[in-house]
């Protein structure tokens, strides 16, 4: 699993268990990034298919009251990153 779809359905389970929609992700976002991100660019986040920077993923875990490493878990399958799988 690339790590970009490892960290997606990891902000999609803590968006889901806190229950928001995607807007509310997004709105809430824009409080730590200075804008909100659409609907739209959470569904693409959650899908694995837009990179993340620091600043991105310490405001997901902020909002999603977890931590950054939290949002790199796999359900045990192999995370890959460009060189190699961990």
């Known amino acids: 699993m690339r790590v ?3 960290i997606g359905k990891q902000i999609a389970r803590f968006r889901e268990t806190r229950q928001m929609s995607l807007s509310q992700l997004g ?3 824009g409080q730590y990034l200075g804008k909100p991100w659409s609907r739209q660019a959470v ?3 959650e899908h694995g298919r837009r990179a993340f920077t620091a600043a ?3 405001a997901f875990a ?7 490493p939290a ?6 399958q192999p995370v890959e990153l460009p060189g190699a799988a961990i």
Do not use: I, K
Request: aromatic share 8%; glycine share 4%.
């Open 56 to 58: 991105e993923m310490a």
């Open 71 to 76: 949002l790199f878990f796999a359900d045990a």
């Open 4 to 6: 970009e779809a490892a």
């Open 27 to 29: 709105e809430a976002l």
């Open 62 to 68: 902020l909002v999603l009251g977890t931590s950054v």
């Open 43 to 45: 569904h693409q986040a």
